[in-house]
């Protein structure tokens, strides 16, 4: 059985850091592309970026609305990703949520977990 | 940047009413990597449709999708109670991977 699990998430001052961990099972996780979005409270949904599978390099991409200020990362031998969150905005709080998706590349997010809150706030 | 718009904004049908849900993108679609998802209520989305028509594994067959190149629809063929949610179609094709503001389904 798939399992993903987001873990990191709190309560942070602006201007800070976080590292949230996206914890997998019952997958090769090399072989699958890992994406990270977020859902701002009674918003919509958000992609923020994702890895390419060890096929593809494990490559990364990001949305605008992020690129230099979060960075993710993968440890295969751990089956674990990681969103690193710098600079943290307001507007940053949100439901943080992993997602492993159907193939290595562009693909659709299969399997979710059940997210992980970050507020930014002082 | 590729704007999904969806429609309509709610939909308020009855037990056993057939469903269509709109999604038009600003440009076409490569490949057809077009995905929708169920949302329910402090949820996390549920994977429906893939590849514009695809059903995901588990996904019951009232559920289908169609459509290609900005347009595309979800049709749920009959209502059932557990089917309240906001659904939200998504291209994955190209970067930025974008998502339309989502429809409200209510069940009368």
């Known amino acids: 059985e798939v399992q993903l699990l987001e873990s990191g998430g709190g309560l942070v001052q602006p201007g800070r850091s976080l590292r949230l961990s996206c914890t997998t099972s019952?997958?090769?996780?090399?072989?699958?592309?890992m994406s990270w979005f977020r859902q701002a409270p009674g918003k919509g949904l958000e992609w923020i970026g994702f890895t390419r599978s060890t096929a593809y390099g494990e490559t990364t991409e990001y949305a605008a609305s992020v690129e230099g200020r979060f960075s993710i990362s993968r440890d295969d031998s751990k089956s674990i990703a990681y969103l690193q969150m710098n600079s943290l905005k307001t507007e940053d709080t949100a439901i943080y949520y992993c997602?492993?998706?159907?193939?290595?590349?562009?693909?659709?997010?299969?399997?979710w977990g059940p997210g992980t809150l970050v507020t930014v706030s002082s | 940047e590729i704007v999904l718009t969806q429609s309509p904004g709610t939909l308020s049908l009855s037990p056993g009413e057939r469903a269509t849900l709109s999604c038009r993108a600003s440009q076409t679609i490569s490949s057809n990597y077009l995905a929708w998802y169920q949302q329910k209520v402090g949820q996390a989305p549920r994977l429906l449709i893939f590849?514009?028509?695809s059903r995901a594994t588990g996904i019951p067959d009232r559920f289908s999708g169609s459509g290609s190149g900005t347009d595309f629809t979800l049709t749920i063929s009959r209502l059932e109670p557990e089917d309240l949610a906001m659904y939200y179609c998504?291209?994955?094709?190209?970067?930025?991977?974008?998502f339309g503001q989502g429809t409200k389904v209510e069940i009368k």
């Open positions: 998504q291209q994955y094709g190209r970067s930025p991977r974008t």
């Open positions: 997602t492993r998706d159907l193939a290595g590349n562009y693909a659709s997010s299969r399997y």
């Open positions: 019952g997958f090769t996780f090399g072989d699958y592309a």
């Open positions: 590849g514009a028509s």
